[in-house]
């Protein structure tokens, strides 16, 4: 199972955007990079020794990038646009892309944190009412009677709600683990035909992985790259497995005589309306362009979708919170009435 390479570089939007306005300027990489890195490494002598290893090895632009702990999802991104020529363009555009995921982690973060301290607090309020109050309240009934008391037990389970709340999270959490662990040790066919089953999951999939191949494979075509040079491109990288196996699935496809939008329309691994879009592409002559805007237009249609998920997270924690404290209510009333029934 593979972990993620921890970040070497702070505020790593704000270096790549920089870099770019420099490069646009006339400065070489290396030059760019050794000009910023001081502002933005986190271990400055280990790395920059690191890199200029890299660089005097020969190192592309990529592998820099790799070294200093990128995502490979943006690395993809570069290590294309290095190939058509379009380096400083798509810089701006990764910048941008990983300013707006940071900018959507700092949302979900504030929209967490006052729901969760909230819950906490309950948490600690349902313990003291199970140590003190709820022992007590049980031997004053028992001394008024021998009766087993249903109520007490009601009360009970309403100071374990959170309890169960906690056990139901941390059983999904350990049921992904699994299912992430047990996934990793599959083929990269078998990983995609399994995510392909999975409702809803599935519909993110197919939206990421056509939002990803439409950039690519546009960008490649629109710089003056053939088809099937592309397609070749991104099946021989290696830091996108799902995109690779995509890749040669359509590039198969090709040899055997389809065309882009036909062998799109064969396959399963892409959004409703994309094989109609390459379609009108390839029928006007401008594919790698329409490419490109479908992969735009994909790119809002993601931001959208994040957006909707962030504005569910806070109403659904609430609601945990609310059903807590409506059970804490339920919890000290429902004894104290039958204490006055039996007084």
């Known amino acids: 199972m593979s972990f993620k390479k921890p970040k070497q570089i702070k505020e790593p939007a704000q270096l790549l955007k920089k870099l770019s306005v420099l490069l646009e300027e006339g400065y070489t990489f290396s030059d760019s990079l050794f000009m910023l890195m001081p502002h933005h490494l986190k271990h400055k002598p280990e790395m920059e020794e690191k890199v200029k290893k890299q660089l005097r090895n020969g190192a592309s632009m990529t592998e820099v990038l790799s070294l200093l702990g990128y995502p490979k999802i943006y690395l993809m991104t570069i290590l294309v646009a290095e190939q058509y020529g379009k380096t400083i363009r798509v810089l701006k555009t990764v910048a941008n892309q990983m300013k707006k995921k940071e900018e959507n982690k700092q949302r979900f973060v504030k929209l967490m944190t006052y729901p969760i301290i909230l819950f906490f607090f309950l948490i600690v309020l349902f313990l003291a009412f199970r140590s003190y109050f709820l022992p007590n309240m049980s031997l004053m009934m028992n001394n008024q009677t021998t009766e087993d008391r249903f109520d007490l037990k009601l009360s009970t389970f309403f100071l374990h709600l959170p309890d169960l709340f906690m056990i139901l999270a941390a059983l999904l959490m350990i049921l992904l683990w ?94 409703k309306g994309f094989a109609e879009h390459v379609l009108h592409g390839e029928q006007g002559g401008n594919l790698g362009r329409e490419l490109q805007i479908y992969s735009e237009f994909l790119t809002n249609r993601t931001e959208t979708n994040i957006q909707r998920v962030l504005a569910l997270v806070q109403p659904i924690l609430f609601v945990i919170v609310a059903l807590c404290i409506l059970g804490a209510y339920l919890a000290i009333l429902l004894p104290m009435y039958k204490m006055m029934d039996l007084v």
Not at 199 to 208: G, T, W
Not at 230 to 245: A, C, D, F, N, V
């Open 178 to 271: 699994i299912s992430v662990y047990w996934l990793s040790r599959k083929t990269i066919d078998d990983q995609i035909q399994f995510i392909l089953k999975i409702p809803i999951v599935n519909r993110q999939f197919k939206l990421h992985m056509t939002r990803q191949i439409s950039y690519e494979l546009g960008g490649l075509i629109e710089s003056g790259m053939s088809m099937q040079d592309g397609l070749h491109i991104l099946q021989k990288q290696s830091l996108q497995p799902y995109l690779s196996e995509v890749a040669e699935k359509i590039k198969k496809r090709i040899i055997y005589g389809d065309s882009l939008s036909t062998a799109i329309n064969k396959e399963k691994f892409f959004y």
